[in-house]
C-alpha cells in the first residue's frame, strides 16, 4: 500500500550538485523516520541519511558538510540536496520509510572525474 518514488538522479561533473526527492503515497508520512540509501555496482547498499518525524538529522561520515536531507510533510517528501559530488557519490539512491519498512525504485546519480 505504501508507494515511495524518488527522482531528480542524473549526470554531473565532480564538485556540482543535485537534489533528490522521495515522494510518498499510501501512508500517513508525517509520522515515520525517512532515510536514503545508496548502492555502487558491486556493493553492498549503505545508509547516506536519517531524518526522524521532528526533523533530527544523522549523516555517514563520507558525505557530512556536502549532504543535507530535509522533509516537507505538506508535500509527504523527503529530499536529499547533494553538494560538492565527488565520483565515489556515483550510485543508484534509494529513499526508505521506516516504520513500513518500504523501499523506493532508486535513481541514478552519476558523478564524472
Known amino acids: 500500500q505504501v508507494q515511495l518514488v524518488e527522482s531528480g538522479g542524473g549526470l554531473v561533473q565532480s564538485g556540482g550538485s543535485l537534489r533528490l526527492s522521495c515522494a510518498a503515497s499510501?501512508?500517513?508520512?508525517?509520522?515515520?523516520?525517512m532515510g536514503w540509501y545508496r548502492q555502487a555496482p558491486g556493493k553492498q547498499r549503505e545508509l547516506v541519511a536519517i531524518?526522524?518525524?521532528?526533523?533530527?538529522?544523522t549523516y555517514v561520515d563520507s558525505v557530512k558538510g556536502r549532504f543535507t536531507i530535509s522533509r516537507d510533510n505538506a508535500k509527504n517528501t523527503v529530499y536529499l540536496q547533494m553538494n560538492s559530488l565527488k565520483p565515489e557519490d556515483t550510485a543508484v539512491y534509494y529513499c526508505r520509510q521506516y516504520g513500513s519498512d518500504a523501499w523506493g525504485q532508486g535513481t541514478q546519480v552519476t558523478v564524472s572525474p
Open positions: 531524518i526522524t518525524s521532528s526533523g533530527t538529522t
Open positions: 499510501g501512508s500517513i508520512f508525517s509520522i515515520n523516520a
